[in-house]
């Protein structure tokens, strides 16, 4: 509920229109919580000179 939330504001407050995660591979609960969004995993990538785990997180489905 609370990452639900997050995205609602980071979308309809903040105006962002593209949204990622950036996880650490071995965070088996944020990759879990991504899943569950429904976001993907783009690609590897380096932060701060690790690996990390790029998704992009789907937008939202606007009604018909």
Same mark, same amino acid.
């Given at each position: 509920e609370a990452t639900q939330a997050a995205l609602a504001h980071a979308r309809e407050e903040?105006? !962002?229109r593209r949204l990622i $995660? !950036?996880?650490d591979p071995r965070n088996e609960r $944020? !990759?879990?919580v991504a899943a569950k969004l429904g $976001?993907?995993?783009e690609r590897m &990538?380096?932060?701060n000179g690790a =690996? &990390?785990?790029l998704f992009r997180v789907p937008? =939202?489905?606007k009604p018909a």
């Open positions: 903040a105006g !962002l $995660s !950036l996880i $944020s !990759l879990r $976001s993907k995993q &990538t380096e932060w =690996p &990390t785990c937008d =939202p489905v």
